[in-house]
């Protein structure tokens, strides 16, 4: 059973926290509030779904530098940002570094809702992605040394008989690859071993190619 997601709020007016716990509360959102970067990155759990809402201007860490610090260590949640001071270039800033909103207060608290409901659904199927992934990354991990070069090949669109002649191997050895390494990557097609090999970065680096974004 999946965990229930979490708007985390970080902001240090504390009047705002609550105002803002109470509005995610009256739509049956779980809310957890902190005053500041640092409390909230003790407490949060990179492995819990949910999304942040995170003021801009705070003492100590502010929010355009907990949103680097969450980019730099690799963690994925979507932020919403909230701000009384927001100008263009920091909210371009905030955008390209991947936040999801960026709001000036005050601000409708239906479309503060509306965007939190789609950070949430952004949160969810990222997660799925991920799992996804990893789970690819675990089948194309026991390939053999062998069946990954007939992989490989096969990704670059060589037919049997042009494999057979590279490996410098038998057409019928290339066959048994080709079958022992579709059934351990759990594909049932090679458009579908294709799409597979092409969202594994080990796969792709193999290749020469460029890694995910």
Same mark, same amino acid.
């Given at each position: 059973?999946?965990?229930?997601?979490? +708007?985390? +709020?970080?902001?240090?007016?504390?009047? *705002?926290?609550?105002?803002?716990?109470?509005?995610?509360?009256?739509?049956?959102?779980?809310?957890?509030?902190?005053?500041?970067?640092?409390?909230?990155?003790?407490?949060?759990?990179?492995?819990?779904? #949910?999304?942040?809402?995170?003021?801009?201007? *705070?003492?100590?860490?502010? !929010?355009? @530098?907990?949103?680097?610090?969450?980019?730099?260590?690799?963690?994925?949640?979507?932020?919403?940002?909230?701000? #009384?001071? !927001?100008?263009?270039?920091?909210?371009?800033? &905030?955008?390209?570094? !991947?936040?999801?909103?960026?709001?000036?207060?005050?601000?409708? =608290?239906?479309?503060?809702?509306?965007?939190?409901?789609?950070?949430? =659904?952004?949160? &969810?199927?990222?997660?799925?992605?991920?799992?996804?992934?990893?789970?690819?990354?675990?089948?194309?991990?026991?390939?053999?040394?062998? @069946?990954? =070069?007939?992989?490989?090949?096969?990704?670059? !669109?060589?037919?049997?008989?042009?494999?057979? @002649?590279?490996?410098?191997?038998?057409?019928?050895?290339?066959?048994?690859?080709?079958?022992?390494?579709?059934?351990?990557?759990?594909?049932?097609?090679?458009?579908?071993?294709? &799409?597979?090999?092409?969202?594994?970065?080990?796969?792709?680096?193999?290749?020469? *190619? @460029?890694?995910?974004?």
């Amino acid at each position: 059973m999946e965990q229930r997601a979490t +708007v985390y +709020v970080v902001d240090d007016d504390a009047a *705002m926290r609550d105002s803002l716990c109470w509005l995610l509360s009256s739509v049956s959102l779980k809310a957890k509030a902190f005053a500041s970067a640092d409390e909230f990155l003790r407490e949060w759990d990179p492995n819990a779904p #949910g999304c942040l809402l995170l003021d801009l201007r *705070m003492p100590g860490l502010n !929010g355009l @530098e907990l949103q680097e610090r969450l980019v730099r260590e690799g963690h994925h949640i979507p932020i919403i940002f909230l701000s #009384g001071h !927001g100008d263009v270039p920091t909210a371009v800033r &905030a955008m390209q570094a !991947g936040a999801v909103e960026f709001l000036t207060k005050p601000f409708s =608290e239906r479309f503060l809702l509306e965007r939190v409901q789609a950070a949430l =659904e952004q949160d &969810a199927q990222q997660r799925k992605q991920r799992r996804q992934t990893e789970v690819l990354r675990a089948r194309y991990a026991v390939l053999t040394p062998r @069946e990954r =070069e007939v992989l490989h090949l096969v990704v670059a !669109g060589k037919v049997n008989r042009e494999i057979a @002649e590279i490996l410098s191997i038998s057409q019928k050895t290339v066959e048994l690859h080709r079958s022992n390494l579709m059934k351990k990557m759990h594909a049932d097609s090679i458009p579908s071993l294709v &799409a597979m090999c092409l969202s594994i970065d080990e796969c792709r680096k193999a290749m020469g *190619m @460029e890694p995910l974004p």
